[in-house]
């Protein structure tokens, strides 16, 4: 009867574990497509979380409903269960392996955390990560950090209520729309000019609070071209929603190119769909009866992106 009970246990175990580990590879369909390096890292060890939530949750629910289904007590029995007094066996058993899964857990999120490199002061240390770097990584399907490092580009990104400006110092070129060349290590530069902001890409997995009067250095890589989108992980304020911006990712040719054909472009008002929407708000004759901040006049850029459409203001766009 012992050795029948082991194997059915073992079967299950090896169906829980099974589940899970399905589970756990469905995890990777719940995201935006991999951008950067760091996304490969983030994406296995929330693979890793899936496949062992799953595997607890199905257990402790499969216990449960086994006990009810086939434990039950009969229909007229109210006598006191069996008086059984503390296992030591079981009592350790059933703290070992939590402990053991906790420091599992920490340490393969440390060496995530190591690998991408976040660092930060440590005044900051329990509010925000002030810097945030991750080593560069090329796209691969074991998800490992080569040694090589890429040419580092250097951007200075500007957060304001509600608005994103991104400048390149080195060609002297401000823009609505931050443009990013492939498989380049990318060092940005957050600064807010009042609140709290949160720079947020979905795609990348890389997120970093701007904290106001401090200039925030964040580092990662992108490995995907494509068009993405860049949101305000912080609320606030009243226009909070419309403070997002396109982040293209572009070979590193075309990136040199559409730095050259921006920096001819003389600088004009970006189109601001907070400063506008406000703009509109306040011409009518309503008065809602509560007052809001008034959002930032819109930046002069030399770009304010190919999908923006003029909305009466002076727009220029470089292509």
Not at 46 to 60: A, D, E, K, P, R
Not at 113 to 134: K, W
Not at 201 to 222: C, G, L, M, S
């Amino acid at each position: 009867m012992n050795i029948r009970r082991i194997l059915t246990l073992v079967v299950v175990a090896i169906a829980l574990a099974g589940i899970s580990l399905w589970m756990g590879q469905q995890a990777y369909s719940w995201f935006p497509p991999q951008a950067s390096a760091e996304s490969l890292l983030v994406d296995d060890l929330f693979s890793f979380l899936v496949t062992l939530g799953t595997f607890i949750f199905l257990g402790v629910v499969g216990t449960l409903t086994y006990s009810v289904l086939f434990q039950q007590a009969g229909k007229y029995d109210l006598s006191d269960g069996p008086a059984i007094e503390g296992n030591i066996t079981l009592e350790i058993v059933w703290t070992a392996i939590p402990l053991a899964l906790v420091i599992w857990i920490a340490a393969y999120s440390y060496q995530v955390y190591d690998q991408m490199s976040i660092l930060g002061p440590m005044e900051h240390v329990h509010l925000e990560m002030a810097t945030a770097e991750a080593a560069p990584i090329e796209p691969s399907t074991d998800s490992q950090m080569p040694d090589s490092i890429e040419p580092i580009e250097r951007i200075e990104v500007l957060s304001r209520q509600w608005a994103w400006e991104f400048r390149y110092p080195e060609q002297s070129i401000s823009s609505t729309e931050l443009h990013l060349p492939n498989n380049h290590r990318i060092k940005l530069t957050l600064k807010s000019e009042d609140v709290i902001h949160g720079f947020y890409i979905p795609a990348f997995r890389v997120k970093q609070d701007i904290i106001p009067n401090q200039a925030i250095e964040f580092e990662f890589t992108p490995i995907r071209e494509g068009n993405y989108r860049l949101r305000d992980s912080q609320y606030s304020g009243t226009y909070f929603a419309a403070m997002q911006a396109d982040v293209v990712v572009e070979s590193p040719e075309s990136y040199q190119q559409w730095l050259a054909q921006a920096a001819v472009q003389p600088p004009a008002a970006a189109y601001n769909p907070a400063f506008e929407e406000y703009r509109r708000a306040s011409e009518t004759a309503i008065n809602a009866g509560w007052k809001t901040v008034v959002p930032a006049a819109p930046p002069m850029v030399n770009y304010s992106g190919s999908n923006i459409q003029n909305k009466g203001l002076s727009i220029t766009p470089s292509s």
